[in-house]
DNA sequence: GCAATTTATGACACACACTGACAGATGACA
DNA sequence: TGTCATCTGTCAGTGTGTGTCATAAATTGC
């Protein structure tokens, strides 16, 4: 990895981490995207080149853990039922949560905390979320050999999924911040989510 | 009802419909508030006395939608298991669309329309959806007299409730402007939640 | 090392969403 | 009819986000 790439991590990182305290701080609506380049020394077109927009920044882990489900998904088999596949690919991810360096660990408690008192950016999370739900349907759909654009199932299967772990990330409330007892919390959600359904219920035919 | 009443009631119709037809001819991005504005002879001004922000328009009909669920949802016995009464609160939703005026119809089919080929707008409803969410999990813990700050299950029950149809809205695509073969689509979802949970999952204790 | 080429950045101008404040128009009601 | 509350347009201003261009820095090839 050249200078180049090095520079522009650093400088991602730099500001995600600037406006995450600045938010934290102020609140997310009365920062302005100038307060936050002028605290990492670049210019607000600078940010912007960066993160398509002020709401990026609070997506852009979501844009992370879609690619550690996604990744973690590709690992279990074609065989496993689907929802059994989405929520061990969904426990992958939260170890990879638990597994991060000190700073990783940081910023998702920072980023936890800003969603957790901010109904407006968590809509926004969510609705990231919608377009997640799509792809892993597709992917579902594959594995089934169904078509994700007539059956109903595999959107079912991966909203569930997805439901589960969020209901996980929000409830009980007021939240600690502390990431042991936040996976914790998930965790007793994805096994409630278990023994909820009735067997083979995610097979189609 | 004054005429001062009926003057504004028809007013936020017009800019609605109005909206509405600009969003589906040009675009929902490419579309301001002045021509919106505009083509009901208001000024833009005026346009954010009746809707919070360009997106107040799309999520009107989730805010009438989210009224409507509520109260149907209190006409169901407490004594009801919570996912069953959600079901059939939501059932009692599609049949006051299915029996609209026409020009209630038209909107809601506009709406829909919308909602298909543009994932940002579809996002935002479903972001909009999470403080429904939020309320009514209030409601069924109320019901199974368990608290909603504490308890995952009254949460996991709505939000598998709410995923339930908002799958029977997106999928299958793509989809006929036809009201009918929507609510079926609607109806085969919720039938298709009801066989795959275990009988009393949603039961606390 | 040194040029040639790509790429990041800043500075500026601009469109659009949205808000506050004030003045004038219009229904409500005695 | 006149007073009052409310609706509306105008105007000025803030903040987000984009296109464009010149400059500075890193990369590549010699």
């Given at each position: 990895?050249?200078?180049?790439?090095?520079?522009?991590?650093?400088?991602?990182?730099?500001?995600?981490?600037?406006?995450?305290?600045?938010f934290l701080e102020q609140g997310y609506e009365t920062t302005?995207?100038?307060q936050i380049a002028g605290s990492v020394d670049v210019s607000a077109r600078t940010?912007?080149?960066y993160f398509t927009g002020k709401e990026h920044v609070v997506l852009w882990f979501h844009d992370n853990s879609e690619e550690l489900v996604t990744e973690a998904?590709?690992?279990?088999?074609?065989?496993?039922?689907?929802?059994?596949?989405?929520l061990?690919?969904?426990?992958?991810?939260?170890?990879?949560?638990?597994?991060?360096?000190?700073e990783e660990t940081e910023r998702f408690l920072k980023m936890?905390?800003?969603?957790?008192?901010?109904?407006?950016?968590?809509?926004?999370?969510v609705a990231r979320g919608v377009e997640t739900e799509r792809r892993l349907a597709v992917e579902i759909a594959r594995r089934q050999g169904c078509d994700a654009e007539t059956d109903q199932l595999p959107h079912l299967v991966v909203a569930y999924a997805m439901a589960?772990?969020?209901?996980?990330?929000e409830?009980?409330?007021?939240?600690?911040?502390?990431?042991?007892?936040?996976?914790?919390?998930?965790?007793?959600?994805?096994?409630?989510?278990?023994?909820?359904?009735?067997?083979?219920?995610?097979l189609v035919g």
């Open positions: 990895m050249g200078l180049r790439e090095r520079k522009k991590e650093k400088t991602r990182l730099a500001i995600l981490d600037a406006a995450l305290d600045l302005t995207v100038e940010f912007f080149r998904l590709a690992d279990r088999p074609d065989s496993e039922p689907p929802f059994t596949s989405l061990e690919a969904l426990r992958t991810m939260m170890r990879l949560f638990r597994d991060g360096t000190p936890q905390q800003l969603l957790e008192n901010n109904p407006v950016l968590a809509g926004k999370s589960t772990v969020r209901v996980g990330f409830c009980p409330r007021p939240r600690e911040t502390d990431l042991a007892q936040m996976l914790e919390r998930v965790e007793a959600s994805l096994a409630l989510a278990e023994r909820s359904f009735q067997p083979g219920w995610d």
